[in-house]
């Protein structure tokens, strides 16, 4: 089985990238997807396609609709959903993604820093795992596709 894993989230960084390198590394039949993440072509999808809105407030509702239709898409066709969350930007975005894979049922891992642990209770609750970096969401795709522990019997041991 190959399996499907969305990327959803902060777009300043290379946490993405990080994420698809450990995995091809670790050998995992995965495949990613992950919403546009041009910030000025996702901004703008909308009236570049379908006219000018001389409303702030239209322009953003036009690129949301034609966004949703990509990420209701892969969203639902996801065996699993990370969900980063930056340090610099909110992003409301991305916890309406985590609210909307949660409601769908989706296994659901985020991806943040201990600084925004208080402001992301709600969502980190809903998840099913929670991490501070790529390589343990790779560790823990590594598991849950393999079974594969090897490499954290010095954790294992100190744990018991």
């Not at 495949?31 to 546009?36: C, G, L, M, T």
């Not at 996801?78 to 980063?84: E, K, L, N, P």
């Amino acid at each position: 089985m190959t399996w499907t894993i969305y990327l959803s989230g902060e777009i300043h960084t290379d946490w993405r990238e990080q994420i698809e390198a450990g995995a091809k590394q670790a050998g995992l039949p995965v495949q990613f997807s992950a919403p546009v993440t041009h910030h000025e072509a996702s901004d703008d999808v909308g009236v570049a396609i379908l006219g000018a809105e001389p409303n702030k407030f239209w322009h953003d509702h036009k690129g949301a609709q034609i966004n949703a239709i990509r990420t209701r898409t892969l969203l639902g066709k996801a065996d699993i959903v990370v969900v980063r969350f930056g340090e610099k930007y909110k992003q409301w975005n991305a916890a309406f993604d985590a609210g909307y894979a949660a409601a769908l049922g989706k296994p659901l891992i985020i991806l943040h820093q201990d600084e925004h642990a208080h402001a992301l209770k709600e969502v980190d609750a809903a998840a099913l795992a929670v991490a501070k970096t790529p390589d343990q969401v790779v560790s823990i795709l590594r598991y849950v596709i393999n079974g594969d522990l090897s490499g954290y019997t010095e954790a294992l041991d100190a744990a018991q």
